[in-house]
Structure formats: C-alpha cells, structure tokens
C-alpha cells in the first residue's frame, strides 16, 4: 500500500521569508500524481500545487514550487515570499492512477510571523 | 475546478442523535468521497458515493453508522448515526477525479457530540 510521510509536524517561518516543506512517498507504481494541499483554520481544503509523475518539470504555481524527485520518492513544497496568509496545515497527497484513493500525510502546520 | 458547498457548516449534537450531512456541488461529477478528519489528525476516507450504486466504505467504517445516499450527479448526504462525543470531527465531501485526476474539498462541517 502507498504511504505518505511528512516527518516535520510544526514549522514557523518570517514573513517575506522562504520555507520548504519535506514529503516523501513510498510506491511501486509508475503512474501517479501527488498533490499539497493547504487547509487554514477555516478548514477548507484548498488545493496548492500538482504534479504528474510522468513530467519531468518541477510544477509551480505564483509562489508555490514543488521538488519532485522521482527516484528517491520525495516531493518537497517551496513557498516564496511567504505571506501571513500562508499559515495553515498543509498535508502532501498521493493518488495513483485508477484507484480513485488519495492517501494523505499526517499533514505540517506551518506559522507565518509578521 | 468545482464549487462544492456543505450543510451545515457547523452543529452540535447530543449523544445517541443521528445528524446527516449534505454535500451538493455545481457540476455533474462521477464520484463523491466523505472524509472524516478528526481533532488534529489528517484526513481518513469514510466512503466512496457513485451515482446508482452503493457507497464503498473503507475499513473501519460500517454502512449502519455511516449511511451515505447518492441520488444524483450532483448531491450526496452523509448520516452519522447514534453519534457519540468519538464522532465529533470535521466531516469533509470532495469531488474527483474525473479528468484531471484531482480531487477538490467542500468547506467542511464541523461536528461537536456531547
């Protein structure tokens, strides 16, 4: 079965700053997507960033970056500029192709200070 | 992506009730999820909810407990059944994967047993 693991539980960063958050994966397949998702004290699950493991290229979104490493199973998030708004739960995410599960990390709660 | 509301957003809910959950979005989708994510904790899959046919529950999950219907493409409900203060968590519905092999998250409802 795939797991997920996010070993940093708490993370605190400055405004303005850079912070990278650690996932890493454990899969046989070939074909599979992971995903970070960002949840704020309102609860919503708000999707961040995706990345096909067929593609090579690192996907970004604004200030969001991810290090998709395939090989050694790892999936990092960069936030640039991080923003008072960046603080949430975040929680890495993995879905293979056709079998319809996402299995999530235990998730990181990472603080933004001004 | 899809716009995905939750009814209610929040309850509480004395012990041996039942509460159902409702969960509509904006398109027709194939696939509902219901997760339930408890204080702290990342996100569990209750069950799966296709159209015309019964939901699939996961391990640990019982249809007695956790009745779910699906009557359309773009509704479904969650029940959580003789509630005890165990049950209080956020209950979440997400939509997907359909093409784009990602699943988007309704609000959430926050559920407090007594």
């Known amino acids: 079965a795939q797991t997920v693991t996010q070993s940093q539980p708490e993370m605190s960063v400055q405004e303005a700053e850079t912070v990278t958050l650690s996932c890493t994966y454990d899969?046989?397949?070939?074909?599979?997507?992971l995903f970070w998702y960002k949840q704020p004290p309102s609860r919503q699950m708000i999707l961040v960033i995706r990345?096909?493991?067929?593609?090579?290229q690192n996907a970004t979104e604004n200030r969001f970056s991810v290090n998709f490493q395939k090989a050694a199973k790892s999936f990092s998030l960069k936030i640039s500029d991080s923003q008072l708004g960046d603080t949430a739960m975040y929680f890495c995410?993995?879905?293979?192709?056709?079998?319809?599960?996402?299995?999530f990390g235990k998730g990181m709660k990472l603080t933004v200070n001004p | 992506s899809a716009v995905i509301s939750q009814k209610p957003s929040r309850d509480i809910c004395q012990r041996g009730t039942s509460l159902t959950i409702q969960c509509q979005v904006d398109?027709?989708?194939?696939?509902m999820f219901w997760y339930r994510q408890q204080p702290g904790q990342s996100l569990t899959l209750i069950a799966t909810?296709?159209?015309?046919?019964?939901?699939?529950?996961e391990s640990g999950f019982v249809i007695d407990k956790f009745p779910i219907s699906r009557p359309n493409l773009t509704f479904s409900t969650l029940t959580v059944s003789n509630m005890s203060p165990e049950d209080s968590s956020i209950y979440l519905c997400?939509?997907?994967?359909?093409?784009?092999?990602?699943?988007?998250f309704g609000p959430g409802t926050r559920l407090t047993v007594l």
């Open positions: 997400s939509v997907g994967p359909e093409s784009t092999d990602t699943q988007y």
């Open positions: 899969t046989s397949e070939n074909n599979y997507y």
């Open positions: 990345q096909e493991a067929y593609k090579q």
């Open positions: 995410a993995f879905y293979q192709g056709g079998s319809e599960k996402l299995v």
């Open positions: 398109s027709q989708v194939t696939m």
């Open positions: 909810a296709n159209q015309g046919s019964e939901a699939t529950y």
